[in-house]
């Protein structure tokens, strides 16, 4: 059945999404609309801005996610088709690009289209820039820094207020937070009932976004291009109510950016930019506690072929509560004054999947030592191996908290007595989570290295005089010091 033209405009009365899709037509005509998924989230979280449901939304999505069409050109004209006297304010980082995206909007409520769908008309003195209606409502643009003198809004609209290539800069960040603090915030016409929404790429822990998070509770919508842990949401649409669950690795728009074209945007950017932009977890440029210029990697051919000790840490979660997290163990070789991280095991398990992995792992590196949190969820696990198949088990309480405890264990990294591998294929992860600490959403292997660290330092190290005994038997007996170490590990036992 073919759709009437005062049915096509009852719908982008009533539908966001569909008039989004209605103005990428109109601006872009020889391009085809990629619709997804996403797009009829925004619309409807946009949709409850506009109902009064939200009064602090933040969007965050990866570069070209059509963000601007959809918050700062077709939004606006949609809500002042719907009520000529709402005001809007929207703020870019540049000027150009706020006018730009302005003379869109205006040439949208300008269109044959848009005045069949509605009655809102402009007035005749309205500038591109700062465009009224009849009834005296309007969208006003400017950039970040701009002047707000005796203007108000309804509705903020803040899209991208810093450059992406200038978001390193930490006086471009401050400006553009002290600008929203002491400017743009009070030009809310009604504070109780006013709104803002700030839709961008993360960029940097203090952007705009980390910023705001600290001071009040806002509705976030992130929307990394690969899905890091599960995601449910629920939305509004013609159609009905929608559900959209994301299993970690699931794509946001495989039909625009499928995993070849991802991996080739994170080789061009780097995996930190990449990370921000695109995964929308932004890691402070050379780590945070730990930088990336301090971790001394080493190639297979140099690691050595035997260690004085093999050392397992495992950082456990297997309480109702900690279901979703993961559970890690990380195995180290110590030789001399220096300690080699060897390899990291990281899988989401339940009590007995967890119990056959410290087994498991434990006899296919042949750690001598097993170091479990005595905690709820550790105690009954460390009774269990100590009594059984792992009776090298040794239960740690750890003193201070997370940050502290990594934090302690820096100058042995700094000064390179920790090696890390050159390559793994459990590498990137890792390595992500040790400099973006404490910014990163988990942290087990965070704790699991700094368990094995401080354990190490307090209790792995021989003192000297057993080290002297050892070496003088094992000359004595042509022994090597592994089995120096199997002979002691035995009379030990025995007794």
């Not at 220096?338 to 119990?355: A, I, N, Q, S």
């Not at 003088?472 to 007794?495: C, F, I, P, Y």
Request: with cysteine.
């Amino acid at each position: 059945m073919q759709m009437t033209p005062n049915q096509f405009d009852l719908i982008l009365r009533n539908d966001l999404s569909a008039f989004i899709q209605r103005v990428f037509q109109h601006l872009d005509p020889n391009t085809e609309y990629a619709n997804n998924w996403h797009l009829a989230l925004l619309a409807d979280r946009l949709t409850q801005m506009h109902e009064g449901k939200l009064k602090r939304l933040i969007i965050n999505v990866p570069p070209r996610s059509l963000k601007s069409m959809a918050a700062s050109v077709a939004f606006p004209a949609w809500v002042l088709g719907k009520d000529p006297s709402k005001r809007l304010i929207c703020v870019s980082y540049g000027q150009d690009l706020s006018e730009k995206m302005a003379r869109d909007c205006q040439a949208i409520m300008l269109s044959p289209f848009y005045q069949r769908a509605f009655t809102t008309r402009l007035s005749s003195r309205s500038a591109a820039f700062d465009f009224e209606t009849t009834a005296r409502g309007g969208r006003m643009s400017t950039s970040v820094g701009g002047v707000l003198t005796g203007r108000g809004g309804d509705i903020v609209i803040i899209d991208d207020p810093v450059k992406p290539d200038e978001a390193l800069s930490e006086a471009k960040r401050m400006s553009a937070n002290a600008w929203y603090d002491n400017t743009l915030y009070s030009r809310l016409n009604n504070k109780k009932e006013g709104a803002i929404v700030i839709i961008m790429q993360r960029l940097h822990l203090d952007d705009l976004v980390g910023h705001v998070l600290s001071k009040e509770s806002w509705e976030v919508v992130s929307l990394p291009a690969v899905a890091q842990e599960p995601e449910v949401w629920r939305f509004n649409t013609l159609a009905g109510p929608q559900v959209k669950i994301r299993e970690p690795g699931d794509l946001l728009h495989e039909g625009r950016e499928g995993r070849a074209e991802l991996e080739a945007i994170q080789h061009n950017l780097g995996s930190y930019t990449y990370a921000a932009q695109y995964l929308q977890s932004p890691v402070p440029p050379g780590g945070a506690i730990v930088k990336t210029a301090w971790l001394h990697r080493y190639r297979e051919e140099e690691r050595p072929e035997k260690f004085d000790r093999i050392i397992q840490s495992w950082d456990t979660a297997n309480t109702a509560k900690e279901l979703s997290d993961y559970s890690v163990c990380t195995t180290w070789g110590m030789k001399g004054k220096e300690t080699w991280l060897l390899h990291v095991f990281r899988k989401r398990m339940e009590y007995p999947d967890l119990k056959r992995a410290v087994i498991e792992q434990c006899k296919l590196w042949s750690a001598k030592v097993v170091l479990i949190e005595d905690k709820a969820s550790g105690t009954q696990l460390i009774q269990e191996l100590r009594s059984g198949e792992v009776p090298q088990v040794k239960g740690i309480k750890p003193i201070g908290d997370k940050v502290i405890r990594l934090r302690n264990q820096t100058p042995k990294i700094e000064n390179g007595f920790i090696r890390f591998p050159e390559s793994a294929p459990w590498w990137d992860e890792y390595e992500y989570e040790l400099i973006s600490f404490p910014a990163c959403k988990y942290y087990d292997q965070v704790d699991s290295t700094s368990q094995a660290l401080e354990w190490i330092e307090t209790a792995g190290r021989e003192p000297a005089g057993i080290t002297y005994m050892k070496m003088s038997l094992a000359e004595q007996r042509g022994w090597t010091m592994d089995q120096v170490n199997e002979h002691l590990e035995a009379k030990r036992r025995e007794s």
